[in-house]
């Protein structure tokens, strides 16, 4: 074999890391050109994305959220505060504090941004059958991790100009089925009533639905005045989400695409904690329970609602082990001040002869108590 036969091989342009490289250089050019019929510039875009998802954030804390120097965060407020987009103000008692809100102009401009994103969205999913879809996105997901991205930048990319707005955490492979299902079948958009009971008299705060699907429970809570965040392994299922919170003009929800059976909430950061129809293997429960209290603020509440065990072969998963009984919440969340703890029956509505069977947990964290 000669020099040259040994040094040759295949051409650089089917190099796989070759190919994703002009995938992504397309998209992002595709998108700064999007950006421009806006009169915006891809870290504009992020800029304004980070101030309407947390209005009255400061500008340190909006250098963090796009993962850059407060300075650059600096000079794109100034240009959009410039065009009427922003507007700052100061805290109470600190003028060194500057705080920020996107205008009307700002919103509405946002709203368009979205739809620009959406359309994005669907434009690629016309390229792909679903199942490809989820494919690559299992497969990205695995490069990702491979390469050590989401160790190193979990929260967002630098001046993010992706067309999704999602964070991302570790996904499985349950995903591919959960994201056929959301996009084939039509589901649910009603609030579990026993929810809507209890957290109706509760002043809202922030609030994490761990498996949220689609948004059902996160739905009515934003319209309540809460600030949610979604958390689920379906990016189909999230993206449903934003989508109706946007045509309910609601603020736009925090989304995590993840893995629950690897995902941590971060500890104590929310007033209300929502486990609703989520049956994962008895030994993932542990983990999953000791995350979802750990979540709860000292005075917040933690809702889980699921199949009993005594639904077997009328609702939830075949396999008993993955249902629930009293005993079985009881002993999960023994950290937590227990204020309901019921069974719950309810016809099915072909009328069958049996009910199916649920289970309510609803509790509270204790505050500290003074020394």
Same mark, same amino acid.
């Given at each position: 074999m000669s020099s040259r036969e040994r040094a040759s091989g295949a051409p650089l342009e089917q190099d796989l890391g070759f190919r994703l490289s002009r995938i992504s250089r397309t998209l992002r050019r595709q998108w700064r050109d999007e950006l421009a019929d806006l009169d915006l510039a +891809? +870290?504009?875009? $992020?800029?304004l994305r980070a101030i309407v998802e947390h209005p009255g954030c400061a500008l340190r804390a909006l250098a963090r959220l796009l993962a850059t120097d407060p300075m650059s965060a600096k000079r794109c407020v100034d240009g959009l505060e410039r065009r009427g987009l922003v507007a700052s103000g100061h805290r109470a008692g600190d003028r060194r504090s500057r705080t920020l809100r996107a205008s009307d102009a700002g919103l509405a401009l946002f709203a368009t941004l979205n739809e620009r994103l959406r359309e994005r969205e669907r434009h690629l999913a016309r390229l792909l059958a679903p199942n490809r879809r989820s494919a690559l996105e299992l497969a990205l997901a695995d490069l990702e991790r491979g390469l050590d991205i989401e160790a190193a930048n979990n929260e967002r990319e630098p001046m993010n100009e992706s +067309?999704?707005?999602?964070?991302?955490h570790s996904t499985t492979d349950a995903a591919a089925m959960w994201n056929e299902r959301f996009a084939?079948?039509?589901? $649910?958009k009603e609030p579990d009533e026993e929810l809507v009971e209890l957290a109706s008299p509760l002043a809202p705060g922030d609030a994490i639905d761990l498996g949220c699907g689609t948004g059902r429970n996160a739905l009515w809570l934003a319209r309540h005045g809460w600030r949610v965040t979604g958390v689920d392994g379906s990016i189909v299922g999230l993206d449903e989400l934003r989508r109706d919170a946007l045509a309910l003009e609601l603020a736009s929800p925090t989304t995590i695409i993840a893995d629950l059976a690897a995902y941590e909430p971060p500890r104590e950061s929310f007033d209300l904690v929502v486990l609703a129809n989520i049956h994962v293997a008895p030994e993932q429960r542990p983990a999953l329970f000791a995350g979802a209290a750990g979540a709860v603020r000292p005075g917040g509440h933690l809702y889980v609602i699921g199949h009993h065990l005594d639904a077997l072969g009328l609702a939830g998963p075949p396999d008993p082990q993955r249902l629930y009984t009293e005993a079985v919440l009881e002993a999960g969340f023994s950290n937590l001040t227990i204020e309901r703890l019921e069974r719950l029956e309810r016809r099915l509505e072909d009328?069958? =002869?049996? +009910?199916? &069977? =649920? &289970?309510?947990?609803w509790a509270t964290k204790p505050t500290a108590v003074a020394a």
């Open positions: +891809p +870290p504009e875009a $992020a800029t +067309p999704t707005n999602h964070q991302h084939r079948d039509g589901w $649910a009328g069958g =002869d049996h +009910p199916v &069977v =649920d &289970v309510l947990f």
